[in-house]
């Protein structure tokens, strides 16, 4: 267990919907990164934040879009939701965004679109 | 961009040693991360690489070779709860963003 937290377990929702997906970071990290894995894959970076700005964001479009609270939890929005968003999707929590800082899972979110 | 390149399955009998490893391409190296995932579960952390070496933890051993982009994990002793997807991921010196390889899934037998 990481106390990475992320809610709910798993979404259906169809083509075109919309979706929250929360996250609660362990205790003492001001860092929350989501990441989406498709069935078979690796994950892949969508954002991170830290001290709730965005800090870095990897090859999602606009339609993924993100908060993160004074508390240091977050959401994962998606808009206009596509078949292809069907995955897993993954936060990762680390205490900040420096050199050698692991970053820490939590269980995900299993979103199937249809 | 990155290039992260891992074989896509491997299998083992118990008891044994395996080697699974990990090529990349990338510009701003900034270490090397092995996690473990087992099916429909999170990713968990397993090891970290900065400098070139092995860095031993247990049965888990991962080695760095940064002037050839290359690093692999080894696996003593194998047992049958080892079977799980490792994954290889490398962060750049922006930010602390990791880019994952494919994983590598890996099967032990009796």
């Known amino acids: 267990e990481t106390g990475v937290t992320q809610s709910p377990t798993h979404l259906i929702k169809t083509r075109g919907q919309q979706v929250t997906l929360r996250c609660s970071s362990q205790s003492g990290h001001n860092t929350v990164s989501w990441y989406q894995q498709a069935l078979g894959q690796g994950p892949q970076f969508i954002f991170q934040y830290y001290r709730e700005e965005e800090n870095g964001r990897g090859n999602f479009p606009p339609r993924f879009s993100g908060l993160q609270f004074p508390n240091y939890s977050s959401e994962l929005n998606v808009n206009a939701l596509e078949l292809d968003d069907s995955a897993l999707y993954l936060c990762?929590?680390?205490?900040?965004?420096?050199?050698?800082?692991?970053?820490?899972f939590g269980p995900g979110t299993r979103l199937l679109v249809l | 961009g990155q290039n992260i390149d891992q074989p896509t399955e491997m299998t083992a009998t118990e008891g044994a040693i395996v080697q699974i490893n990990c090529t990349y391409q990338t510009s701003g190296f900034n270490g090397l991360f092995w996690y473990q995932q087992h099916a429909g579960e999170a990713p968990t952390f397993l090891s970290y690489?900065?400098?070139?070496g092995l860095e031993e933890k247990g049965r888990f051993s991962s080695f760095l070779s940064r002037s050839k982009g290359y690093s692999y994990l080894l696996l003593k002793e194998l047992q049958m709860k080892d079977s799980a997807s490792y994954l290889c991921?490398?962060?750049?010196?922006?930010?602390?963003?990791?880019?994952f390889g494919g994983g590598t899934r890996l099967m032990v037998k009796p």
């Open positions: 690489n900065v400098l070139d």
């Open positions: 991921a490398v962060r750049k010196n922006a930010g602390n963003m990791l880019t």
């Open positions: 990762a929590s680390s205490k900040t965004t420096g050199p050698g800082e692991t970053q820490y």
